[in-house]
C-alpha cells in the first residue's frame, strides 16, 4: 500500500546566478518588517486588511498594501485568517531561461508553523515551515528566527503579459515576511531531470490493508527540477513492490508512505526510485517497532484576558463547551477537557438549565474532563489557604453531581512550587499535566525529558506528572487540520521517544488542543477517525486528561523516577509590574483568613448565621483572578496606552480591589462576632490575635493599621501589650485597665537607634542602614563590603531590546544603577517601648522616599516601612530596597505555600533562581549567626544580586544579599508596561545563633499579621471572658493552624494545620470549652472524611506528616 503524504519544494542549487536579473522585489532582506505595513502591530492589520491582500507590482507599496504578517487559518484574530495574498505583475516579453522566486520568512509562528503553499499562475506547491522565534517577534523584530525558500521555475510556469503568484498559509499559524523576490536569468537551461536524493526510514506506523497491518517505511524523494514522473519500487521479505505515483507535485518532490510486512525480528527493506534515466537506490534497516498510543487531551488555553477583554475569553469558552456538546452527539469517540474549573464555573451561569444538564451529564459519563485547578494560577504568588482551595470549586462539582475528579492541568505557566504535589494529593488529585511556554524561562527543560515521573511534595505525598513542551498540541501536531498535516510532525515526535534510552513506555501524552482562547476546531473529531481508520498504530485516542495517568500508573507505575523540589517562579516576577495591587491582594489573603477564623469560631460558639461562605468565596475567587497568570493584554508592553490595554489593566485590577475590600468585610465581621460575645460592662478596647500561638502585640494606637503597621509620615504613638492568646483577644480599656502602654515620641539627636537588642545606624548620604549590632550575638548584621545599606533604595534602570527581557542567547543588558540620595534623619525614644528613625530621601523614578525603621524593648525586632512616590515610566527598570546581610556560608530558606524550600538544595533542574517568590518569610543562615527577614507586602526576592537577566542555571550562594525586588516591568507581553504612583514596601527583621524553622514562620506570619485593634460596645450578657480568651491554640511549637472554616457540609468546624520542621508530630489542638468538640474526623483539603481522632477534654488529637498538612473537622 502506498499513499502520497504531502508535496516538497524543490531548492535552488545556489542562491544566485550569473546572469539573474530581479523582476520584483516587496520589502527588503534585512532581517526587519519595518517596511511593511502595519509593523509590530498585528491588531491593526487584521482591522486594516479585512479582505484577501493584492499587491500590483509597480503600483502598489510594501508600507501601505502588504501586511508585515499573513494569517493562517487559527488565526481567529484576523477576518483574512487562511486566506492567499496575491502578486500581480506583468512580464513585457515573452518569459525565457530560468526563474527564482525566494520568500524570506522573519519569523513564523513557534508552536503552529504554516503548511505554505506558493501558486504561480494556477500551479502549486507547498512546504511546512519549521518552528520559528515566539511572540515576541509580533512587537520585535529583532526577536524573529529566520527563513526561507527559494524555488527554481521553468519559464513555461510564466506568460507574456498577465501573472499571479499567490502566497497561502494553508494550515497552522502566521508568517512574518522580510522581503519576496522574483529574479530571471534569461539565458538559464532547466537541466534534465534527476533524482537529487533518496531516503527512506522505517516509521512508528502500522497501515491497515486489507486485513492486514503493515509497517509504514516512508521515502523522499527530491528532484532537481519538476518531471513528468516517478517509479517507486520495494524489495523486503522477499517480495516486490512496485509503488505507483499517480500524480506529482508540480514542484519537484514527493514524501511517499509505503506499507511492508512487518516482521518481530530486524528486516532489510531496499527502496529502487527512477525519475527518466536517472535511478537511485537505498536500503534501509527496520527495527520491530512499539505499538505506540497517544493520549490527547484536547482543550482550550483559558487566557483570562490576553486575547480579548475578559468577559469575552469567559464566553468564547463557553461556545467551545457547547460545540463540545455538539460533537459528542456526532462522534461518540470525541472527548473534551475544560482546563480549568473556571470554564465550568462560568459556563455554569451563563447557560440555561437544559445547557447545564446537558454539561452534567456528559461530565458525569466521562466525556468532559474537568480539571481541578480553578485557573492556571502562578503557585508562587498563593497563600498557604488560598493553595489549600485551588481546588474546591472542582470538588463541589464532584460532591454535588458526581463529576469525575482526579486529574490538574497548569498550561502556559512553566513552573510551579515545591508543594503543589502536596497540595494536590492532599486535594484528592492524583495525576497533574504542565503545558510549559518557555518564554521567559529558557532554562526549564531538562525535566520534559524525564517524563512521565513521580513528583514528590515536601510531606512525601505524591502526584504523577507530565511536563509538555508547550501545550495547544492537537492543533500543533495538526490534529485539527488532516492526517497529512498530521503524519510528519507526529513522526519526529514519537521519534524523539524512540530515541530515548530511557523511555520504555508505549504511550505519551498531548496536553490541549488549541491556543489561546481558541475556538474548537470540529475537525479534530474527524482528523482522529480518520487516523484511526487509516492506521493500527499509533491509535491516537482522545481523552480525559487522567486516561494517560491511568494507563502508565496500571502498566509502569513502580518504573517510575521520583523528583521532589521547586521549579521556581519564573512568571511571577510580572506581579512586580502592578506592585500595589500585588500587596492589596497580599494582605487580602491574610485578612480573609483571619476573618473567617473569627467568623467560624463565633458561629460554633453562638449561632447567628453570620458567616456567609458565599461572601468568604468571593474574596478567595477574587485572589485567585488576580493571582492567575493573565496580567492584560497581549500589547500591553508595545500598545500600553491603549483602550484595549487599559480596558483588560481595569478589570484585572478591580479583582486586587475587591479582593482587598471584601477581605477586610470579612475581617471586620469575624472581630464584631467574636466582641459581641465577650462580657463587656462598658465599652471597650479588643486586640485580636489570629495566630496560633501567644504574641506580643507592638505597633501604632490607630484602630484598623492594617496593612501599615507604621506610617513613615507620621509621628504616631506606640503601644506594647504583652501576651495576647493564640487564636483569641484581650480586651480592656486604655485608661482605667491600663491595657496599654502608648508612649508619644520624643525628639533625640543622633544617626542610630537602639533597643536592648539591636543598634542600628543610619547613612546620612543616603538613608541606608549601615550598621545593625545584634547585642545578643555581639555580631555586625550588615556586610560593610556591600554597595549599600540595608533598606537602601535601589533603582536599575535600562535593559530593552536585551537578554533581560527576552532571548537568553541576546545582547547583555546595559543597566545603570543608581541609589538614593542625602537623607533627612530624625530620631524618636519612645521610653519603655523602643526607638524610631524617620528617614526621607530620593531617588531616581521616586522623588519622595519616606522610611520609618523601628526597634522594640520588648521584642527582638525591626520593622522597616517604606513609602515612596514612583514616577510613571515605560523604559525598562528595577526597583529594590537593599539587604546586605552579613552572613558566611549561607544557606537561604524561603517560605512558599505551603513549605519551605531550601534554596541551596531543594531546586530542580532548570529552575528558576534569578529570583524568588516568598510568602511570608527569608531565612538566612550561617555559620555563627541566622537572620530571618519578613516581606508582607511584596512577593519577590534576588539572592546575591540584583536581576541582570543571566538566567542562572546555577546559583553561587557566597554572601548574605538580599533584595528585595518590588517592580520591574521587564516583560514584552501581559503585565503592565510601567507604573507610578505611591506604594508601601514594609519588612521585618529579627535574628539569632542558628536555624529554628518554627520560629522563623511564626516571626513571618507576625510581620503579616499584625496585632488588630476594635472597639467594642457595653455587653454584660456575653457568654466569653471580659479580659482574655484563647479560642484554639496548639501545644506543639512545630505545627501552626493555617486555615479554619465551617464544614462545606455545615455539620462542623474545619481546622487545617501545617509542620513546619519536617517532623511527624501528633499535634494536640485545643478548643474553648464553649465550641462543641464531641469528636473530630481526620479529612483531606476537600473535606472528604478520613479516619476519626481522640478527643478529650476539648483536645483534639492531630496526627501530621514531617512537613505536611492536616485537616480535621470538629463536630
Known sequence: MARVLACVLALAASTAWAGEQIVWQIGKPDRDYAEFACSANYPEAAKRFNKPVVFEVGRSEAARDWPFIQPGPVDAWSPIAGKPAAIRFHLASAPQGMFLLRVEFNDVHKILPPRYQVAVNGRAGQVQLTPGGGDESLSNAKAGKPQKIELVLPADMFRHGANQIELTCLEGSWVQYDAITLLNDPQGTMPEPQVQSLSAKATPYFIRSNGKVLRAIEVAVTLNVPAAGVSLRAEAGGRTIDVPVPALPRFGGIIQEIGVPDSDKPFDVKITATAGKSTRAVTVKVLPGRKWRIYVAPSSHTDIGYTDLQPKCAERHCENLDAALKLLQQHPDFRWNLEVAWQAEEYLARRDAPQREAFFRAARAGKLGVQALYCNILTGLCSHEEACRLTAFAARLHREHQIPYASAMISDVPTQEASLPMILANSGIRYFSSGINNDRAYTF????????????????????????????????FGLDQSVEAARPRILGHLQSFEDRKDYPYDAVFFHGAVGDNVALNAKLAEVCKAWNERYEYPKVILSPNRDF????????????PVFRGSAGTYWEDGAGSSARETAMVRNAHEQVAAG??????????????QYRPEAVY???????????????????????ESEFTKAQWKIKAQFAVDANKGARSVLVQGQNAIGSLIKAHRPATVLFNAASWPRTAVGPTQPNAWPWPVDPSKESKLFVVKDVPPCGYRAGDFDRDGLFRAVAPQPAEGNAIESKYYRVEFDPATGGVKSILDKELGKELVDAKAAYGANQYVYVAGGNGSRIVANPAGPEPKLTITTSGKANLRRLRYPGVGEMMLVETSGAMAPKIESAVVVYDDVKRIYFGNRLAKTLTYDKEGVYFAFPFAVEKPTFRYECPAGIVNANKDMLPGACLDWFTVQHFVEIEGKDATIVWATPDAPLVCFQDVNRGK???KLDFRNGHLFAYVMNNYWHTNYLAGQGGEHYFGFAMTSRPRSDLAASARFGWEAANPIQMVSIAANPDGRLPADAASLMSLAEPNVMVIGTKLSETGEGLVVRLWEVEGKPTTAHLRLHPLIPARKATACNLVEVPGQP???????????????????????
Open 596 to 609: 473567617e477564623q473569627f467568623l467560624a469560631l463565633a458561629e460554633r460558639i453562638a449561632p447567628r448565621k
Open 549 to 560: 495517568f491511568e494507563y502508565i500508573e496500571k502498566n509502569y507505575g513502580d518504573k517510575l
Open 445 to 476: 527543560t531538562e525535566m520534559q525529558k524525564k517524563c512521565p515521573c513521580w513528583w514528590e511534595g515536601p510531606d512525601g505525598s505524591r502526584v504523577l506528572m507530565w511536563y509538555a513542551p508547550g501545550y495547544a498540541h492537537a492543533a500543533a
Open 1093 to 1115: 481522632l481522640e478527643v478529650r477534654d476539648g483536645v483534639v488529637a492531630v496526627p501530621i506528616r514531617g512537613s505536611g498538612l492536616a485537616t480535621v473537622r470538629i463536630e
Open 618 to 640: 468571593g474574596v478567595w475567587r477574587n485572589c485567585m483572578l488576580y493571582d492567575e497568570h493573565t496580567w492584560g493584554a497581549y500589547c500591553s508592553i508595545s500598545q500600553p
Open 951 to 953: 538566567w542562572q542555571t
